[in-house]
């Protein structure tokens, strides 16, 4: 009878640490710096199985590429060229079906490295220079497994064959269901103005919400790849905590995140997001029309730049993008031609289609960017613009309509939005 004891105990031991079954359908995984998002499908992933998330191989090349051959508990999914597209500074995000952030990586990767996660239960990773013969595939490596974690990042791969570039999730689950106590919630991190300058204060803020209550908040910042500085809020109203930073040099590169600790001792962490300080450029988006008349609609698009100041300015090669990436990613940009100088107080006017614009204004356009780049539409109902000087560094961005953070009303059909006055910073 004890002996039978003995083994009723160990079993159920045994089933109590035993991981569970996770379904990810739905879930997304997301990469930010150059941003991508990566949807998994009807999948459901067992206790102690690991997720790869290739770039753009099949199974066979990618293990012959590694030299290993992929265990039963591994789930090989090749993302067809959407994740991950690694060229340095990126961050990688775990959302479930319902949006809520399961996992995040708050290092800023740096190219050609592997990046292995310490333990399950923190969040650190150490980097090593990439080489298939330490890469882990399918396999913790130096990880230390804790058991309860769920599902996780474990390994960010930059391989010197873009195509083999992956990212590895591991179900470490020890608790069949969901927790008992969820983490605190981190949203809408940002910081203003949105472009930032030598002359611009800026702050961060951040939206924290717990089922019972915040114990403390952490910002974490960093100024080109220091030392991390902490501080916690300066300003809080209601849910919406702010972190004020003060003035910045020209080009400092300032990378920060959030943490936050619940009174069940449960902690969250944000994405990472970052800014590069700039001297000013007197040079803005200052109006634009997104959604002309029923008749010709994107060709009746136009967007114009104006400077404020008393001084010409050399706006050669300067890029007007419809993404947060100079070349306009997966939409449209243009390039502002050499040899063009923007007059003091003067616009520069840039039409989708200068026959559409002649049709309906009496001025005329300076470019007709749509014979550069088709590509370049803008949203009825929201989208984003972007502004670029000729070192390609982010010198105005206007959100508009159901995009972004503080977005602009969008403008209705055939009207336009506008700073008023002409220039005025509207930290759009």
């Not at 195509?163 to 910081?191: C, F, K, M, R, W």
């Not at 560094?393 to 002409?422: F, H, M």
Request: with cysteine; hydrophobic share 40%.
């Amino acid at each position: 009878m004890k002996r039978f004891f003995l083994l009723m105990v160990i079993l159920i031991l045994a089933v109590s640490v035993f991981p569970a079954d996770i379904s990810i359908n739905g879930w997304q995984l997301k990469q930010y710096g150059f941003t991508h998002t990566y949807t998994f499908a009807d999948i459901t992933v067992p206790g102690g199985y690991y997720v790869i998330v290739c770039r753009g191989r099949n199974k066979a090349d990618f293990e012959a590429y590694y030299g290993v051959t992929l265990a039963s508990n591994v789930i090989f999914l090749d993302s067809v060229a959407i994740i991950p597209q690694i060229n340095g500074d990126e961050t990688y995000s775990l959302y479930d079906n319902t949006a809520t952030q399961i996992d995040t990586t708050y290092f800023l990767f740096t190219a050609g490295g592997i990046y292995n996660r310490d333990s399950t239960n923190t969040n650190t990773f150490t980097r090593i220079v990439f080489s298939t013969t330490v890469a882990t595939p399918g396999g913790l490596g130096t990880t230390v497994a804790n058991k309860g974690a769920g599902m996780i990042i474990t390994e960010v791969v930059d391989a010197a064959v873009y195509q083999d570039e992956y990212v590895e999730l591991y179900n470490d689950t020890g608790i069949a269901g969901p927790p008992t106590n969820i983490p605190p919630s981190i949203n809408s991190l940002n910081h203003s103005p949105l472009t930032v300058t030598t002359e611009t204060s800026v702050t961060v803020n951040a939206n924290i919400t717990d089922e019972s209550a915040i114990i403390a908040d952490t910002l974490f910042y960093q100024i080109d790849g220091g030392a991390w500085t902490t501080m916690v809020h300066t300003s809080l109203v209601g849910s919406d905590y702010s972190y004020s930073l003060g003035l910045f040099i020209a080009g400092n590169i300032v990378n920060y995140y959030v943490k936050a600790i619940d009174d069940s001792s449960a902690a969250s962490y944000s994405d990472t997001n970052s800014f590069t300080c700039i001297i000013p450029v007197p040079v803005v988006i200052n109006e634009f029309c997104a959604n002309g008349d029923a008749l010709t609609d994107d060709d009746g698009e136009w967007i114009e730049l104006y400077n404020y100041s008393d001084t010409a300015v050399d706006i050669s090669g300067f890029v007007v993008s419809d993404n947060p990436a100079p070349n306009g990613g997966a939409e449209g940009s243009f390039i502002i031609p050499s040899g063009t100088t923007l007059n003091a107080k003067s616009f520069y006017l840039c039409a989708n289609n200068l026959a559409v614009f002649a049709g309906l204004y009496p001025s005329t356009p300076d470019i007709e960017y749509g014979a550069i780049d088709a590509g370049l539409l803008l949203s009825n109902t929201g989208d984003d613009i972007y502004l670029f000087n000729a070192d390609s560094i982010n010198i105005d961005i206007v959100y508009y309509g159901n995009v972004g953070i503080n977005p602009v009303t969008a403008p209705a059909e055939s009207l336009s939005a506008v700073r008023s006055p002409d220039g005025k910073d509207t930290d759009v």
